[in-house]
């Protein structure tokens, strides 16, 4: 695969447009208010990608299908080596010695289940439905993994997608993935904007529920059913698995205290699991690694979504383990332990959870069709939760420096609906002579500026890392004008809270792209148009003639194409008034620093 800072030309002119005389605002379109999956997204056909893969070498994939006749077979042979142990003298000792529970000092007075861990454990399960669903969705947009900094096409450990095509303008668009409904949330192709608030809205309520639940454990010593507090239970763990897989279990004490095996899966979910979680969904967020430049240099955004990933399969095992283990060691018992807070067989806790169950399979069942018919109600609630956490992140300026050209990314992925106007077929034939840039607005000097005229104005560089939305990211050399250069030239006036950036290219769905970023940002160190990349002018994939970088976005708010700035008080009446054309049509927030 080639370098992607070609000199690839448009494709075929369309010449209705842009509509004559118009002004930019006047070829925005509004965006609906529902989600109708055969005409999203610009109608993009449902791709399946293909099953799960790891590459094994520089250049062979295993398909991750073939674990489960894999794993049956070496559960089988497990089975039987476990009780071919059972048998053995020195294995019978062994287990005698260390039967497989520790238990923690005053654990029979402690014995039983605080009321508060019923409830979280309840709401633990519900939220994590969302998440998961969400999670899944936001992976299948861009559907490969690396260890790399760097996107490159064949550098990915993992992938769910055909290889990608030697197509020169092959967009990440094009490469997600489509999802089943109820598998995805909101399940269609590429309905990213979507997914991520489910996803990080409610990670703030789960968040929130398990500070309550950390506070509380500690609060009442219940810590000491789920932290280790002797060596001794790692050899009864031990011990705990081979009885399993004998098939001759442990006794259980679960209302008194847990067994090794148990106690130390517990302790990987709540003190291992969950807040790694956190902070690699951090490490993926523009605003904070831009910023905290040594945190980045360890945990890139590609290591953070590998890490992500595998805290999501451990997720997942550790559901359908600690269900299958609930399910065969006695269900009426342990549902009882959590859903009634009383040791018995009775069938008030399978009642209680089963209750329980009615709501969580209403949820399951609910989100897509009423995320598809509501989308900005999605919208809205997702911002209202993660919004201020988001306005906090962005106001975090950045020096340059972070990078260097040994630094750069051998392939920049390419993205958006690329221009096809007769407008911009005429420019780009003519090297972009009669372009001009139009800075109007709340300002006391709008200006037009050719491409020489900006060129001429003092020249800004930086290297500095591309975070999609969709998960790929890419190091480049952006050449052009700091946006403080511009504002200095323009002197937007006092009013002015927002710099409306318009492109000449469409979105999928008709209508000019843009995007509003705060006028703030503009005096950012790493804001600037930028002409160039990694030494040579903007191809039209990336943008020709014209880009906004600004680093503490994500990359959908980097507009390309660009031919006007207009500085506004507002943006409530320009587009749908959501502060961009995605977050117009495919409901994306106007704040993305996370």
């Known amino acids: 695969m080639t370098s992607s800072v070609g000199n690839e030309e448009p494709a075929a002119a369309h010449a209705n447009h842009p509509i004559e005389g118009a002004s930019l605002q006047e070829q925005l379109t509004v965006g609906g208010s529902v989600v109708d999956p055969q005409t999203w997204a610009g109608s993009m056909p449902?791709?399946?990608?293909?099953?799960?893969?790891?590459?094994?070498?520089?250049?062979?994939?295993?398909?991750?299908?073939?674990?489960?006749?894999?794993?049956?077979?070496?559960?089988?042979?497990?089975?039987?080596?476990?009780?071919?142990?059972?048998?053995m003298s020195w294995a019978q000792d062994f287990i005698a010695r260390y039967p497989g529970t520790v238990e923690p000092p005053n654990a029979l007075q402690d014995a039983g289940f605080p009321v508060f861990v019923g409830i979280q454990h309840f709401l633990n399960l519900f939220l994590m439905i969302f998440i998961i669903r969400s999670g899944i969705q936001i992976l299948a947009d861009h559907p490969r993994l690396y260890?790399?900094?760097?996107?490159?096409?064949?550098?990915?450990?993992?992938?769910?997608?055909?290889?990608?095509?030697?197509?020169?303008?092959?967009?990440?668009?094009?490469?997600?993935?489509g999802l089943p409904q109820q598998v995805g949330l909101?399940?269609?192709?590429?309905?990213?904007?979507?997914?991520?608030?489910?996803?990080?809205?409610?990670?703030?309520?789960?968040?929130?529920?398990?500070?309550?639940?950390?506070?509380?454990?500690?609060?009442?010593?219940?810590?000491?059913?789920?932290?280790?507090?002797?060596?001794?239970?790692?050899?009864?763990?031990?011990?705990?698995?081979?009885q399993y897989l004998s098939l001759d279990w442990p006794a259980e004490h679960g209302w008194v205290a847990y067994n090794s095996l148990q106690l130390l899966?517990?302790?990987?979910?709540?003190?291992?699991?969950?807040?790694?979680?956190?902070?690699?969904?951090?490490?993926?967020?523009?605003?904070?690694?831009?910023?905290?430049?040594?945190?980045?240099?360890?945990?890139?955004?590609?290591?953070?979504?590998?890490?992500?990933?595998?805290v999501l399969v451990w997720f997942l095992l550790f559901i359908v383990m600690h269900v299958s283990m609930v399910f065969m060691t006695g269900l009426l018992r342990n549902l009882n332990h959590m859903y009634a807070f009383r040791n018995d067989d009775s069938w008030i806790g399978f009642t209680v959870f089963s209750l329980s169950m009615v709501v969580v399979?209403?949820?399951?069942?609910?989100?897509?069709?009423?995320?598809?018919?509501?989308?900005r109600v999605v919208q809205r609630v997702g911002y209202a939760l993660i919004g201020p956490i988001q306005r906090l992140f962005e106001h975090v300026d950045a020096t340059p420096g972070e990078y260097s050209e040994s630094d750069i990314s051998e392939y920049f992925w390419h993205n958006g609906k690329y221009p096809t106007s007769t407008r911009y077929r005429e420019l780009f034939d003519n090297d972009f002579e009669d372009y001009r840039l139009q800075i109007s607005g709340c300002v006391d000097n709008p200006v037009e500026l050719s491409l020489s005229q900006l060129r001429a104005l003092p020249r800004h560089e930086q290297i500095t890392q591309h975070f999609c939305i969709q998960g790929w990211s890419g190091v480049a050399k952006w050449g052009g004008v700091s946006m403080q250069t511009i504002v200095d030239l323009v002197r937007p006036r006092a009013e002015t809270k927002w710099v409306v950036f318009y492109s000449l290219g469409?979105?999928?769905?008709?209508?000019?792209?843009?995007?509003?970023?705060?006028?703030?940002?503009?005096?950012?160190?790493?804001?600037?148009?930028?002409?160039?990349?990694?030494?040579?002018?903007l191809s039209y994939g990336h943008g020709a003639p014209l880009r906004l970088r600004n680093e503490v976005q994500l990359g959908f708010k980097q507009v390309k194409w660009i031919q006007g700035l207009e500085f506004v008080e507002d943006f409530s009446n320009i587009g749908g008034g959501f502060g961009g054309y995605n977050e117009d049509h495919e409901f994306f927030g106007y704040r993305q620093s996370l």
Do not use: C
């Open 265 to 310: 899966s517990y302790f990987v979910t709540v003190f291992v699991a969950a807040p790694l979680a956190l902070v690699t969904g951090l490490g993926m967020s523009p605003a904070l690694s831009t910023r905290f430049k040594r945190l980045s240099k360890l945990l890139s955004i590609q290591v953070a979504r590998s890490l992500h990933f595998f």
């Open 46 to 87: 449902q791709s399946g990608g293909i099953a799960p893969r790891i590459r094994i070498g520089r250049s062979r994939w295993f398909n991750l299908l073939w674990l489960l006749p894999i794993g049956f077979v070496l559960l089988i042979g497990a089975v039987a080596a476990a009780q071919g142990l059972r048998n």
């Open 361 to 375: 399979v209403i949820g399951w069942v609910a989100a897509t069709p009423f995320t598809l018919r509501k989308p």
């Open 506 to 537: 469409d979105g999928p769905d008709e209508g000019l792209y843009y995007d509003a970023h705060p006028i703030e940002q503009m005096g950012y160190h790493l804001t600037m148009l930028a002409y160039d990349m990694n030494g040579e002018p």
């Open 186 to 242: 909101p399940g269609i192709r590429h309905s990213i904007g979507l997914a991520r608030w489910w996803h990080l809205g409610v990670d703030v309520i789960w968040l929130a529920n398990g500070l309550v639940f950390y506070v509380l454990l500690f609060a009442t010593g219940h810590w000491m059913r789920l932290v280790p507090t002797s060596w001794a239970v790692f050899p009864n763990a031990v011990s705990v698995l081979i």
């Open 147 to 177: 260890w790399t900094r760097h996107s490159t096409p064949g550098r990915d450990w993992f992938r769910f997608q055909e290889p990608v095509p030697e197509d020169p303008l092959w967009t990440a668009k094009e490469d997600s993935v």
